[in-house]
């Protein structure tokens, strides 16, 4: 089971969340100056913190603890993940999960003031891969989604002529995509983007390879032109 909750950081209520903060921290000057933060925003409907506030983070995260403890304490769901409103629950059937869904709606509305997101609150097999992070993740590996490269891609578009800058961004984003199955795709993003470095890689690649024909000249050189960059790459030489 997977789900979302609905214009969460629009819909955090701010007496609520004071009052599980007030339960933790017992010094008054610390608790006035969170009221403060808290109602700096939206005191009128009393609800809704700034999703770019460095406090709110950390409020949203204490504002779904409430959650977590309920699905593991009252609900005894051993399977539960959650990054920030986003949360899955694995179980063995559709209709246990779907009864935890409504009881777990039931929680929200009426403890936190919260409500699932309708289209993104679904019971299915996990053998047809999780959506999770930027990840579809199934059994033993993981692969990006696609939306998760459309948006890298639109980025790097919006950089077009600063090859530093897209240089930067590229490296960045191999460092969160190298945790799924992508050498492929980050290839030919690197193709895409940033063709000159793609070139000198291959460039550097084929002249290693050329050094092994000294040491395995026949099984060396089988391999080399097995590889189907080498036409590019002595075009290059």
């Not at 990840?135 to 692969?143: E, G, I, K, T």
């Amino acid at each position: 089971m997977q789900c979302d909750i609905s214009k969460y950081f629009d819909n955090i209520n701010h007496e609520i969340l004071f009052g599980i903060l007030q339960k933790k921290i017992g010094d008054k000057k610390v608790l006035r100056l969170i009221q403060e933060i808290i109602d700096s925003n939206n005191k009128e409907t009393g609800k809704g913190i700034p999703i770019g506030n460095l406090t709110s983070q950390l409020f949203a995260n204490v504002y779904l603890n409430e959650l977590d403890q309920f699905v593991k304490r009252d609900l005894k769901r051993r399977y539960y993940l959650r990054y920030m409103d986003d949360f899955l629950i694995f179980g063995r059937g559709k209709q246990e999960l779907w009864r935890t869904k409504e009881t777990i709606a039931g929680f929200l509305k009426t403890k936190l003031d919260l409500r699932l997101h309708p289209k993104k609150a679904n019971v299915f097999p996990a053998r047809l891969g999780i959506g999770f992070l930027g990840f579809r993740f199934f059994a033993d590996y993981a692969v990006l989604r696609q939306s998760t490269l459309k948006r890298f891609c639109k980025k790097l578009k919006e950089k077009k002529g600063d090859e530093s800058a897209i240089s930067k961004s590229f490296d960045s984003f191999c460092a969160f995509a190298g945790r799924a199955r992508s050498w492929r795709t980050l290839e030919n993003l690197e193709a895409r983007f940033l063709p000159r470095r793609r070139q000198q890689r291959t460039i550097d690649r084929l002249n290693a390879d050329l050094q092994t024909l000294s040491v395995r000249p026949l099984t060396g050189f089988m391999h080399l032109i097995e590889r189907s960059e080498i036409k590019l790459c002595l075009s290059k030489i």
